[in-house]
């Protein structure tokens, strides 16, 4: 049985590294800054919840991707609520960008609390 180990240990690590492309890769992700955020006036009992995303992708080889924001949202005789939406960044040849990201809450609603998640990319060389 023990004449079997070493192969066992070759196929084990074969099927691991087939599995796992990016080991040895470095993982590069947008860098986001969510900027200026600020609420509309009322309107119809909406207001709309909106900030100046910065995006910086130059390490990246694409020129657009997704990502999330993450909420925190508080109502006046309700629990908080977390939830998230996605949206898309797109850069320049530079792999900078500046888009605004924006979500509509009630009259009782307020975001209290925010956090940008990007996806990670493909690295430049």
């Known amino acids: ?24 890769r470095p993982i590069c992700k947008p860098q986001l800054a969510v900027k200026d955020v600020r609420i509309s006036e009322l309107r ?12 910086d992708a130059s390490r990246c080889t694409d020129f657009s991707g997704r990502f999330e924001i993450h909420f925190l949202r508080e109502k006046e005789n309700a629990p908080e609520i977390e939830f998230s939406d996605t949206f898309t960044w797109h850069a320049g040849k530079l792999g900078i960008g500046k888009l605004e990201a924006s979500i ?10 925010y956090r940008a998640y990007a996806a990670p990319c493909a690295c430049r060389d």
């Not at 070493?6 to 590294?17: E, H, N, R």
């Not at 509509?104 to 609390?113: A, K, M, N, R, T």
């Open 44 to 55: 119809n009992l909406e207001r709309t919840w909106t900030a100046a995303v910065h995006v």
């Open 1 to 24: 049985m023990s004449s079997h180990r070493p192969f066992i240990l070759l196929v084990t690590s074969i099927a691991l590294l087939n599995a796992s492309p990016s080991l040895g």
């Open 104 to 113: 509509d809450v009630w009259v009782d609603e307020i975001v209290h609390d």
